[in-house]
């Protein structure tokens, strides 16, 4: 491309038509030698194919050197053939020939009367073949580079500036120039024309058959990284490698590496991350469906599904045939995991699932295992698959049981985010009405919220979300400290000691409690404070502070015997070491109190003489007020967590029939607004709790849960003994209505009289009071009638659609009727855990208890790896390709 140099260009630019128009004559005609070329090509390639085909099913009948007996032999064949008893030789079969170390007896097999020299001979006609076809493919990238040139030469004005015709004519001719120049990188010389012997070379026919097949033109570093897996390979090691992205791991290297080893004599297993299992299926198929015909086996296994019956038979005819096993590493370790649980039953005679089918499986998945450690494994995006914190799989086992510290354990939870709500809603819950000090809480808490929605520190739509850790921990933390204490007092947390009570000083201070769920065993925050002398020793005795000097060198230990709450903080009762300072004036003293390492020590060893029950409620409270609420309020409801509605719960059972009915009841992560997680759940126990009660609080019950929760109450009043509208579960429903703002109907009666009345927009104006007395009477009978009338819960209708929907739109949200539900059904039912549990982790992948040898690629590898994978072998260059 000699017309189209830097000079060249900048001349076009300028608008130079005679350099415009040599630059196009020079390009047509490159266009024209190369569709030249291409058409010789795919001639030679068209004749060679025939001609390959009829030498390799050539019997040789019109040779005379054969004798009779031959020619009998030769003719029979040649009739059996004829009759379709007999198959040629066919062009697939001819190419896999380069592929197999014993081709000639291949052939042969199919034509016994083919020589050893036909067949070598016919194998050189088929690799000629090949590199002429792949240089077909190299022509066709070139005309298309052509092409895109000669459409910016044609109309360069298309363009629309100097700077994008330059930038646009210098881009397409580099591109036509490298495919132009592009070389063959597998080939060995060793010997060129300039030694007088003639070209000369070595090369694998391996990459000649792949690059045939995919049309691909291999890259240096393709070649070398692959070459190095092979080599590492035959030594009987593992390896891992970088290579960066865009290199074509999935696309040419996986592939290639399948051709390479899957051969017959071992098993061949691409284990890939979940997200890239259909893209590396149809990379494999769309490689191997051809030419070089390779089945693609998925290989699935799920505790929760039966197991194939004839599972390692399967295996092995992949094996022996040279197929290829993909699978996800959540499959491989399935299998492992299934069959030590499996294998523990089976060993269990008394086990109720120690059945024939479960032994037959137990032995399938035992030859399975073998199978894959005599294998081989290539792994696509090692550091995904074998990343520490990311590729742990459990299978829990043994006996279900409640989870530790019920129901404590959720009834803090309910009562701590209970605050929240009542602040978001402006109410007071409904136990706390008479409760002056959750009164004053709850003031302080709304005019702290609202503080921090000025700041933007929290934001209140959706609802309200941390956006601020500093100003939780800071601001928000200490009140909620204060609206926990309420809890802990109701249920006399800390105030009895187990052990070591002694007359006058049998539990816990307020001021210790809040202390500990606040800042555990640590030692309390450095407080500085000015107040009068008179005030100092009204706080801390008279002594106390007198005998400090003014200097800041001068100090003093001050026993706090009583819990103290004071206008700058709370003081537990403990050992303080207390600093005089320099006062804004004179009237004033100013100390600075910090509590000392032996005074937290002594105050820690009061609380561990707490009951174990106690204590647990104390380190609970402490957990959700340091990391638990923080983290549960910065997620957004229906976006990153939520509780599937029934017809999510509906598609996600058709899909997954054996699906846990834990992902129906309990809150699940979202990976986008209103689209659940596929599988996965949250771990931790107590972030499961609240963002449950998070989830049920701001969507309400489901109308399958409130029938439930209807179904629950009926049972429940069923069974308890009394006059039924005393009956203690009559009472709640009672409750419940008034809460909600509903009318409380004792008699059918007075609902039908309120139906009908608003149906027919009675006007009973005539039988009230006259004046001020009938504006009145006038106002408190149109309130009445706004509101919803609810019957007793015995006389309810279930049946009755339309009064179930009203009642459902009532009570959805109704807090009490959501806490009654996870506190009765959802936490009892599904917060149960199994004590142990078998665990499976890249750590198993990645080493060698699964699979005989590893082969790992990665774009972003590490060296966090099992050490049976030896160092990772970074690409030179790559980082700062990268940067």
Same mark, same amino acid.
């Given at each position: ?106 052939? #042969? ?138 290199? &074509? ?121 073998? #199978? ?71 003031? &302080? ?396 982790? &890249? ?9 005989? #040898?590893?082969?790992?690629?990665? &774009? ?24």
């Amino acid at each position: 491309l000699t017309s189209l140099g830097d000079e060249q260009i900048a001349a076009i630019v300028k608008g130079d038509t005679g350099v415009l128009e040599a630059a196009r004559t020079q390009v047509k005609a490159l266009c024209q030698r190369l569709m030249d070329m291409k058409a010789a090509d795919t001639k030679f390639i068209a004749s060679s194919i025939r001609s390959m085909e009829g030498a390799a099913n050539d019997v040789g009948l019109e040779t005379t050197e054969a004798g009779h007996k031959d020619r009998i032999a030769k003719l029979r064949f040649w009739l059996l053939r004829y009759a379709g008893m007999e198959t040629d030789i066919w062009f697939e079969h001819l190419c896999c020939g380069l592929l197999s170390p014993k081709c000639e007896t291949d052939f #042969q097999l199919l034509n016994p009367f083919l020589s050893t020299e036909s067949a070598q001979n016919i194998l050189g006609s088929v690799s000629q073949m090949m590199l002429v076809a792949s240089r077909v493919i190299a022509i066709c990238r070139c005309l298309d580079s052509c092409f895109n040139l000669m459409e910016i030469l044609d109309k360069p004005e298309a363009l629309g500036s100097a700077v994008a015709l330059e930038a646009g004519i210098s881009e397409k001719a580099k591109v036509l120039c490298g495919s132009l120049s592009s070389k063959r990188t597998f080939f060995t010389t060793v010997s060129d024309v300039s030694s007088g012997k003639g070209f000369e070379a070595t090369f694998d026919p391996r990459f000649l058959i792949f690059e045939f097949v995919t049309g691909f033109l291999l890259r240096p570093r393709q070649v070398e990284m692959v070459s190095e897996f092979f080599e590492t390979f035959l030594t009987g090691k593992s390896v891992v490698k970088q290579m960066i992205m865009g290199a &074509g791991k999935t696309s040419v290297v996986s592939p290639l590496l399948a051709l390479m080893l899957a051969e017959g004599s071992r098993l061949v297993c691409l284990v890939v991350p979940q997200a890239l299992i259909m893209l590396s299926r149809s990379v494999m198929q769309n490689a191997f469906s051809t030419v070089v015909q390779k089945r693609v086996s998925t290989f699935k296994c799920d505790r929760s599904l039966d197991l194939e019956v004839n599972l390692s038979a399967r295996i092995a005819r992949v094996c022996s045939q040279g197929d290829i096993m993909l699978s996800t590493p959540a499959d491989v370790k399935s299998l492992q995991l299934r069959f030590l649980e499996q294998l523990g039953m089976a060993n269990d005679r008394r086990a109720k699932k120690n059945t024939p089918q479960m032994r037959r499986e137990c032995v399938e998945m035992g030859r399975m295992l073998v #199978q894959l450690k005599q294998g081989v494994c290539m792994i696509d995006e090692v550091d995904l698959v074998l990343h520490p914190l990311k590729s742990e799989l459990n299978f829990p086992i043994g006996q279900k049981n409640l989870i530790d510290h019920s129901p404590e354990r959720w009834n803090l939870v309910l009562h701590l985010l209970d605050g929240f709500f009542s602040v978001d809603k402006d109410r007071v819950p409904h136990h706390l009405k008479e409760s002056l000090r959750a009164m004053q809480i709850l003031e &302080g808490l709304r005019k702290t919220i609202n503080r921090g929605c000025e700041k933007h520190y929290l934001q209140s739509n959706p609802h309200l979300v941390l956006l601020n850790e500093e100003f939780y921990h800071s601001e928000v933390k200490p009140i909620m400290a204060e609206w926990i204490n309420l809890w802990l007092t109701a249920e006399h947390v800390g105030r009895v000691f187990d052990k070591g009570s002694e007359a006058g000083d049998r539990g816990l201070s307020d001021e210790e409690v809040k202390a500990y769920i606040l800042n555990r065993a640590k030692t309390l925050s450095r407080i500085e404070h000015e107040a009068p002398l008179e005030q100092w020793q009204a706080w801390l005795g008279s002594g106390a502070v007198t005998s400090l000097a003014e200097g800041a060198s001068v100090t003093s230990i001050v026993e706090v015997s009583s819990g103290l709450e004071l206008p700058f903080g709370v003081l537990p009762k403990s050992e303080y070491k207390a600093e005089r300072l320099k006062a804004s004036n004179s009237s004033l003293v100013k100390l600075v109190l910090q509590e000392t390492d032996e005074g937290a020590a002594r105050r820690a060893s009061r609380v561990e003489r707490l009951a174990p029950k106690d204590l647990k409620s104390m380190n609970l409270s402490f957990d959700w007020l340091q990391v638990f609420l923080p983290y549960s309020l910065q997620k957004i409801d229906r976006v990153t967590f939520g509780i599937m509605s029934a017809e999510q719960v509906t598609a996600a059972l058709i899909e997954q029939p054996l699906m846990p009915l834990t992902r129906a009841k309990l809150a699940i992560p979202f990976v986008g607004k209103d689209v659940p997680s596929s599988a996965s759940e949250f771990a931790h126990p107590d972030i499961v709790i609240g963002l449950t009660v998070f989830a049920y609080r701001y969507e309400g019950l489901r109308r399958n849960d409130f029938d439930e929760v209807l179904g629950m109450l009926s049972e429940q009043l069923e069974a308890e003994n009394g006059a039924i509208m005393e009956r203690p579960t009559s009472m709640l429903w009672k409750g419940w209505v008034e809460e909600s703002g509903a009318l409380f109907c004792v008699k059918q009666k007075e609902l039908d009289d309120q139906t009908a009345t608003e149906m027919l927009h009675i006007d009973e104006s005539a039988d009230q009071p006259a004046g001020e007395d009938a504006a009145a009477a006038a106002a408190g009978g149109a309130e009445d009638r706004k509101q919803q009338r609810v019957l007793p819960l015995h006389l309810l209708e279930r049946k009755n659609e339309a009064n179930m929907s009203q009642l459902f739109d009532l009570m959805r949200r109704l807090p009490s009727a959501v806490h009654y539900y996870l506190q009765n059904s959802v936490f009892p039912q599904f917060m149960r855990f199994q004590d142990e549990k078998l665990s499976s982790s &890249g750590q198993d992948l990645g080493g060698s208890i699964i699979f005989g #040898q590893r082969i790992g690629f990665s &774009g972003t590898p590490s060296d966090l790896m099992p050490k049976e994978l030896g160092e990772c072998g970074y690409e030179p260059g790559s980082e700062g390709e990268m940067i």
